[in-house]
């Protein structure tokens, strides 16, 4: 008797495991549909296009193109390369230099206790104020040093704004290991910056590899800052998702294609940090 | 050298060390961070937009009528009913959805990993594409209507999600919910798990039923780390902004499903009302620290 | 009747055998002891027993009922684990009425049975504290005092004292016993102590890979070792085992071991005829060889004193006999140090012989 009820709740868990894998893969499910279908296929409801093509990709990348008039991409005649060049770089170096400052001021933090009280709830506060509010000022500001359209100012923007994460997830690392091996190298003479090359680092490799993968993917989706900076340089990819959905409204197949290229890097990215996200690093190790 | 001398030079550098950790930060957050918040404070005492034919440095202090208009801002006021509404809805959906994945998904089974890297991958897609997903899901010739609501409920069932404010708003929750479900899940599963078998075990001996235990043992021990994800959460709610600019721009009727986030920025960027929108900011900003301040005390004692 | 039967008991996990064949029987208000060294499948037994295990084969009977199917729920059988499991976030007053309540007793009831079993395991004074704030010992009489609320029909007890230091642990040795009288249920309790073993239980089994090596009451154990394995593990410290052989030589029967002889002519009709191979091993408790300084016992044998270990009331004396090192234990005597001349006498009613290839005894 024991044994017919596990074979029912067996049964029960993976029809509501296929419920919910349903309810996952539908949007992005949707948007690869769309993105290989042709103009006369986006109002239909068929998953599969019946005549699949990639020119919505293609177009992405050579806008003289058009599909199905000259009407369309009016507003929109670039390729979606440089915008993708964009994300790149400032996700990149973006995080990049949130890697390098938040590491070490991680490291002064846990260690020795570097920048009191104030400096971790600043961290702290900086993550709970809607980026919204920093938008007025800053657009006075970048305006008065021309920053605005600068890779320059994305690019510390960026850094600026996930330094909390990055400070947050590697102290968690650095927390873990013992300080007394750094302690032993302390004491036979090296001085700190040497102890952090020589012992820190190998040992939270890991952590920090997975940290800075993070960071990116967090670079990578922002959104509010590149469309507050960017006029024509320095558009990112996501910036270029909104111009697109408000400019050629109804271009449902160029908006899912291009959706889905932005996706990519961000969910594979993900996959391979999923290990770190499980053991719980998501909410900043919080223990 | 002997001892002594070691452990002074040690002293020595450690501390020219501790500035130095954190002065790349110091540099990057006040360049970035702390002067935009001191013009933010100046601009807000003060009458000025870019319009305004003179620099910003040079606006008179005009005193607090713009603090003043906050308070009698209407839209404002909704922006912020609007988002605390948002807030209240989502966290527990995310939770309860979130604690029904957990379930789910304890104890082993063949295809464990794959389907956890399937519940997990919203959490990684940017929140623009998450938004314009279900934007093109939920068009009126898109997926939702053709699929379900039309086989259904026949041609008049469909809807226009969009120019219905209480609908857009519902599509806007509900991508917010199918992007963070994981996260909470997530957080809920490790808890979960951290439960010793022993205390199940010895619930079991004392004749409780699974859901039983659920209710008395488990939920209870998973209690605190559940309580953290939600504020966190929370937090991140409440400034949400990407998906509601892509899906509706805070439409229909200009401002229908404007969140705080949204109204600021337009505040900002759209009507150029610069120090006005400082002025909101500053207000915001306030109250969000003051409420963390007083939220995180009794939390910090438990987190220790 | 007897409140629990357990039939040819066998577990494998994958391609271990943890329970090989294990049948045991317990009585009402006896309490039996599971002893073994670590990975001897007592545990594994125990949880079977309990529910929490399915066994591979073999029957589990509780007052004479079949529950093989029954889940551990149902049972009606306390188990006590080895680290406790109290209920971290609830009282203690919770934890005990924890059981009480899944049986949807009424409130008034619950209150006064949780007064009563908290009285019985003097715990009144922590009725309002938390599980996580106990301490070790106060942490095992909630546990007991959990499943014993329920008034169970069987109690089961899962190396309860492991977890508590060694001065602590006399202490709780002698509260478990009095508790166990008290309470007066079917115990079936799990050790890798010998000593608990000794002082708790009415009877023991001794087990040793997924086999029980042998079943009886203590004195029996000690006693009559049946097999190698329970005459070392039993009794601290251990049996003299000395390799020897059995020699003839004019009518006389000797046990041989390098230059060491001991007559044992007294046995020779009992072990004629019993398998006797060249290779035996005899034993001999320590307290069973005297140690005096003079000879007054006409059977005493020369020993040279190697060490000697002082206990209080008794002496270990390690003694070099012919070549053959006997452990002997006995009252302190001060003239006695490394290297005194002493002599000691081999009480032969308490002699145990085993044959060294299938480790029996043979008497």
Redesign the interface.
């Known amino acids: ?2 044994r017919t009820k596990g074979v029912a709740k ?1 049964i029960v ?1 993976y029809l ?2 296929i419920v ?2 349903v ?6 499910a ?2 690869v549909s ?1 993105s290989f279908k042709g103009p006369t296929e ?4 068929n ?1 599969m296009p019946a005549q699949p093509i990639v020119d919505n990709y293609i177009n992405l990348f050579i806008p003289t193109n058009p599909i199905g008039g000259s009407h369309f991409f009016t507003s929109i005649t670039e390729p979606i390369t440089k915008p993708l060049i964009n994300s790149l770089i400032a996700a990149g170096l973006g995080t990049l ?1 949130a890697v ?3 590491f ?2 991680a ?3 846990s260690r ?4 009191g009280t104030f ?1 971790i709830f ?1 961290t ?18 970048y ?2 040093i021309r920053f605005i359209d600068t890779y320059v100012g994305l690019i ?2 960026y ?2 704004v996930t ?1 909390t994460y990055a ?1 947050w997830l590697m102290k968690g690392f650095i927390d873990e290991i013992p300080p007394e091996w750094e302690e032993a190298a ?2 036979e ?1 090296a ?3 040497t102890v952090l090359r020589k012992v820190t680092i190998p040992l939270t490799k890991g952590g920090l590899a997975a940290s800075a993968l993070f960071i990116f ?1 967090l670079n ?2 922002e ?2 800052f590149a ?2 900076i960017s006029v024509t340089q320095v558009t990112t ?2 910036v270029q ?2 111009k697109y ?2 400019a050629v409204g109804r271009m ?1 197949g160029t ?2 294609s291009l ?1 889905i290229i ?2 990519i890097p ?2 594979a ?3 391979l940090i ?1 290990k770190h ?4 690093f ?3 190790r ?2 | 050298m002997s001892i002594t001398d070691r452990l002074a030079q040690w002293m020595g550098k450690t501390e020219s060390f501790k500035k130095l950790s954190t002065l790349p930060l110091s540099l990057v957050l006040n360049f970035v961070l702390i002067v935009p918040f001191a013009i933010m404070i100046y601009l807000s005492f003060t009458k000025w937009e870019p319009l305004a034919g003179y620099d910003w440095w040079r606006a008179p202090i005009a005193g607090i009528p713009r603090f003043i208009e906050a308070f009698a801002d209407a839209r404002l006021a909704w922006a912020l009913i609007r988002t605390a509404i948002f807030v209240a809805v989502v966290l527990p959906l995310e939770f309860l959805l979130g604690l029904g994945m957990a379930l789910l998904l304890l104890g082993d089974f063949r295809g464990k990993k794959a389907f956890t890297s399937i519940i997990l991958y919203p959490m990684m897609m940017p929140w623009v594409v998450v938004g314009l997903g279900f934007y093109l899901m939920f068009q009126y010739f898109g997926p939702v209507n053709l699929l379900i609501l039309r086989p259904v409920f026949g041609e008049g069932g469909m809807i226009d999600w969009f120019t219905d404010p209480v609908l857009a708003f519902a599509v806007i929750i509900l991508a917010d919910v199918w992007q963070w479900t994981p996260l909470m899940f997530l957080i809920i599963y490790a808890g979960l798990v951290a439960v010793p078998n022993r205390l199940v075990e010895a619930a079991e001996v004392l004749g409780a039923s699974p859901s039983r235990i659920l209710r008395t043992v488990r939920l209870p021990l998973i209690k605190p780390l559940v309580v953290i994800a939600l504020i966190i959460r929370g937090l991140e709610a409440f400034k949400v902004f990407d998906i509601v600019y892509i899906m509706t721009g805070g439409g229909p009727g200009g401002n229908l499903t404007e969140v705080i986030s949204l109204y600021v920025y337009k505040l900002a960027i759209v009507y150029n009302n610069t120090s006005y929108a400082c002025a909101v900011s500053l207000i915001i900003m306030v109250a969000i620290a003051l409420i963390t301040r007083l939220a995180i005390r009794p939390l910090e004692v438990k987190v220790e | 009747m007897p409140k629990l039967v357990v039939k040819n008991l066998r577990k494998v996990f994958g391609t271990f055998e943890a329970v090989k064949d294990v049948s045991f029987q317990v009585e009402e208000k006896e309490t039996l002891c599971l002893l073994g060294p670590s990975g001897c499948g007592k545990t594994t037994t125990l949880r079977i027993i309990a529910g929490l295990e399915v066994p591979t084969s073999g029957e589990v009977f509780v007052d004479g009922v079949l529950v093989n199917d029954v889940p551990p729920q149902k049972r009606q059988i306390g188990l006590v684990f080895q680290d406790y499991a109290i209920f971290p976030h609830l009282s203690v007053f919770e934890n005990i009425a924890y059981g009480l309540r899944v049986r949807k007793m009424p409130e008034a009831q619950i209150k006064t049975k949780v007064h009563e079993t908290a009285a019985l395991i003097d715990v009144k004074s922590i009725l309002d504290a938390l599980g996580k704030k106990l301490g070790l010992s106060e942490m095992q009489r909630v546990a007991i005092g959990r499943s014993i609320a329920l008034n169970p029909k069987l109690l089961l007890l899962d190396e309860p004292l492991s977890n508590i230091d060694a001065k602590a642990r006399e202490r709780m040795r002698a509260e478990l016993g009095k508790l166990q009288k008290e309470i007066g249920i079917a115990t079936v309790y799990v050790t890798h102590d010998q000593l608990e073993a000794m002082t708790l239980a009415d009877r023991i089994a001794v087990m040793k890979n997924g086999l029980i090596e042998q079943i009886g009451t203590t004195s029996e154990i000690y006693d009559n070792a049946r097999t190698l394995f329970v005459a070392n593990f039993i009794g601290s410290p251990s049996m003299n085992l000395i390799d020897c052989e059995l020699v003839y030589s004019e009518e006389r029967a000797i046990l041989k071991s390098g230059d060491f002889t001991l007559d044992i002519t007294e046995f020779a009709e009992t072990i004629k005829g019993k398998p006797k191979g060249k290779e035996l091993v005899f034993g001999i408790r320590p307290e069973n060889v005297s140690v005096d300084i003079e000879k007054t016992d006409p059977t005493a044998v020369e020993a040279e004193v190697q060490l000697v270990e002082p206990l209080g009331a008794k002496s270990i004396y390690h003694l070099k006999i012919s070549g053959v090192t006997v452990l002997a234990k006995g009252h302190p005597m001060a003239e006695v140090n490394v290297g005194s001349k002493v002599w000691a006498t081999f009480n032969k009613d308490k002699l145990h012989l085993f044959d060294k290839k299938t480790e029996e005894a043979i008497f």
């Open positions: 008797m024991a067996n868990r509501l495991l919910v894998c309810w996952t893969l539908a949007p992005v949707w948007m769309l986006w109002y239909a409801p998953l230099f390098l400052v938040g070490l001021a490291y002064g933090v020795y206790r570097a920048g400096t600043f702290l506060l900086t993550r709970m104020l809607p980026g919204a509010t920093f938008v007025a000022p800053l657009m006075v500001f305006s008065s510390l923007l850094t600026a330094l400070i302390l004491l003479g001085s700190p910056w993917i990578w989706s959104f509010l469309l507050v990819l996501p998702i909104s959905v408000s449902y908006q899912a959706g932005a996706t961000s969910v990215l993900g996959y999923q996200l499980v053991t719980g998501t909410f900043g919080i223990r």
